[in-house]
């Protein structure tokens, strides 16, 4: 059974911070993705990654992917405020577009 | 394109009614659509998947005369909660798989916030 686990469960920082999200999985994987959800509302696609060793990069916000360590990293650089969301990780069930989430990272942006 | 779109966003019933919850594809045709289930500060759940013409595949733990899945066409996939209960009060997402030029990842669609009475 596939198992997604992220790292911390919630994060309080102060603005212009740097820090890490971490995203282990049980089973192997090609496909990784990073989501955002604010408060009531759906799920935002922040990144597809798709093999091992890639990396996208988008504003702030930094993922990668570790096929053979089964970890996925979303590495947030010089935290602002409007970054305050919840962070999910998910993982494609062998390319079925069936996802497992993780347990997402509650982030919160002191000003 | 690859929009998936929810109807309706939110809805409230009283409890031992029954409700219908829509996820469709607007500019795309979708084999395979999924339900999931998201409790308040909780993560998302699979509930089950929904193929187009068959029989939806549920999760361990899903009961499936409950939550009925019903995906007659290649753009519509209903959620139906059966004799709904307050316990079963939380946000539901369906995502589809993407069209053939965007096949690298799922869609969600909006969300449907249920509430029952």
């Known amino acids: 059974e596939l198992k997604v686990e992220q790292n911390p469960l919630f994060l309080s920082m102060q603005e212009g911070k740097n820090y890490t999200i971490y995203c282990n999985y049980s089973?192997?994987?090609?496909?990784l993705y990073w989501y955002r959800q604010d408060p009531g509302k759906s799920l935002e696609s922040l990144f597809v990654l798709l093999s091992n060793g890639a990396v996208k990069q988008e504003g702030r916000l930094m993922a990668s992917l570790d096929t053979k360590a089964r970890l996925s990293t979303l590495h947030i650089t010089a935290a602002v405020h409007d970054l305050s969301a919840t962070y999910f990780c998910a993982v494609d069930v062998s390319g079925t577009y069936k996802y497992i989430f993780g347990t997402g990272t509650r982030l919160k942006v002191l000003a | 394109g690859a929009v998936v779109s929810q109807h309706p966003s939110w809805v409230i019933c009283k409890s031992g009614t029954s409700v219908k919850i829509e996820c469709r594809s607007l500019d795309f045709q979708a084999t395979t659509m999924f339900w999931y289930r998201q409790f308040p500060k909780q993560s998302l759940m699979l509930m089950a998947t929904?193929?187009?013409?068959?029989?939806?595949?549920?999760e361990q733990g899903v009961e499936k005369d409950k939550f009925l899945i019903n995906h007659a066409s290649l753009t519509l996939s209903t959620l139906t909660v059966t004799s709904a209960h307050p316990e079963d009060s939380s946000f539901y997402i369906c995502?589809?798989?993407?069209?053939?030029?965007?096949?690298?990842?799922?869609?969600f669609g909006q969300g449907t916030r249920l509430t029952v009475v």
């Open positions: 089973t192997t994987s090609d496909r």
């Open positions: 929904s193929n187009e013409g068959s029989k939806a595949t549920y």
């Open positions: 995502s589809a798989s993407g069209p053939l030029d965007r096949r690298t990842e799922a869609f």
